[in-house]
């Protein structure tokens, strides 16, 4: 085969030209089979579930949807009536709290360098900052079911050494009738916490249980400009979202009435002084035998729910 | 080596073998992200479509009338899908570590597994062998289906017979679409992590229960 000059140089000249250049986004390797072409195109970032978007509405609030839908047990929570985390729905924000008072501290200290006044524990060399306001408001989770109502009863009292008593627990659709089995989205000034009733509470039947169970989903925070004439947030105030929940959960409690009504638990107290001897006074064998059984009883009749990660 | 040449000047072997050389070296091979495609005209570089950041279990893509589910385990253990021709392990791999020539298996979705509120879940399913623990995977023991029916709105799975057998169901995505409409909607990721089982017999007026968690 003969070639001449210029066809062998222009094979050259072409096998030149097909060799791979990476750009700003890709990547070459030479390897003895050929070039490995990558490519690396922005990533998009990830969100998690429950991720809240936050903008200002022209009527004059801010307003908020769930951007990731969520699910629990498997569904979208009710938003607003019908309305569910996927169909992209607005909420309100009308209803905020303000200061720094009962926030925890991190948010004290990341919002008091940014010039938030009223924060006692606050290094001083922040002082001299612009003063600004903040304003805040909760989003959550809730989910109805049973409530129930622990009661106790002396039945016989008649005697002087001791009190015979019955331990009743009494369950209600109430919660459930009302708000329906579906877990909700809701939003408020602030996410009402619940404090788990001690032992004492129930037993004295001092505990109002309001047949939900509820979760944080975030909080949303507005921080004025530098020395703001007004103190409601307008467009000008900024928004910073602190997210508490990230994945999807599942949600378990009692939703239906127990087939039979527990049996009360009645027991004698060897204590003259009744019940509340018994709770108080629990360095006494007897005693914290009774309130361990008690307690195992009052563990297994109450119908709080548990969260858990999906 | 400079492969070009003057007039008159002989080309030698050297010249040719490293002509092929540098034409072997310009095979292009697809790597992270690419897709080629040989035409008579050249080469054609696709980039893959831009995917986010975190790929987790269960990522549920929907694919046409087919869902691809990346690979999960349940105890440990990887379900089976039955694409149409039979049950096989969802990472299209056998036992052996070999891949099967079909590709990983997709779950092909029927309009007709969505309820009335237009809900259809992709369900890991589990169930028990005779001694009530998990059956093998390959005894249907684990695997992708679509489902109409929540059994799990209260915590743990209601265990439900199929076809004589004990099932429990975990929901791993979501489809949606408006109720009265037809289509397989929307599709809304629910489990990311891999997954525990258990199973609580009936009893007490209770019935059998299937217990996941992360």
Known sequence: MIFTQRNWNDWVARLDAARLQPGCTSRVERVPQGQVLSLHPPVRRWRHPWAVDVRWNEGGFFEARIAVAGLVNGLPPLVEGEATTLDDVWMPLRSLRGGLDGEPAHVKVFFGTRGVKAAADLPSSISDLPSRLLAACDVWLARARLSYKASVTAVDASGTSGQIVDYAVTYDTAALEARGASARVSRGASFPEKQRPTLAERLMGLYQDDGEDRLRVCSIYFLSPPEPKNAVPDAAWQVFTRHDLFWNVRHGARVEMPKQPPKPIRFFSGLAAGLGDMIINQNLALSNDLAQRIGAAVANDAPEGQWSIA | ?214
């Open chain 2, 1 to 214: 080596m400079n492969l070009n040449v003057s007039a008159g000047e002989v080309v030698r072997a050297a010249h040719v073998r490293e002509l092929a050389r540098l034409a072997r070296e310009r095979t292009y091979l697809p790597g992270h992200n690419v897709r080629l495609r040989q035409t008579l005209k050249g080469v054609v570089v696709e980039a893959m479509e831009q995917r986010t950041a975190w790929h987790h279990m269960w990522e549920a893509d929907l694919q046409g009338d087919r869902v691809a589910v990346s690979p999960g385990l349940v105890n440990g253990r990887m379900p089976w899908v039955d694409d149409g021709g039979g049950l096989r392990p969802m990472d299209g791999f056998d036992a052996k570590g070999k891949e099967d020539k079909r590709g990983r298996p997709l779950l092909r979705l029927r309009e007709a597994d969505f309820n009335a509120e237009g809900f259809s879940w992709i369900v890991v399913r589990v169930r028990l062998a005779a001694s009530g623990a998990m059956a093998l995977p390959e005894d249907g023991g684990l695997e992708l289906v679509q489902s109409p029916r929540a059994t799990w709105l209260n915590g743990g799975s209601t265990d439900v017979v199929i076809e004589g057998r004990h099932c429990g169901d975990y929901p791993l995505a979501l489809l949606r679409r408006p109720q009265g409409e037809k289509g397989l909607g929307t599709l809304t990721q629910c489990a990311m992590f891999p997954l525990n089982h258990r199973f609580v017999a009936a009893g007490e007026g209770r019935p059998g229960t299937h217990f996941f968690w992360v």
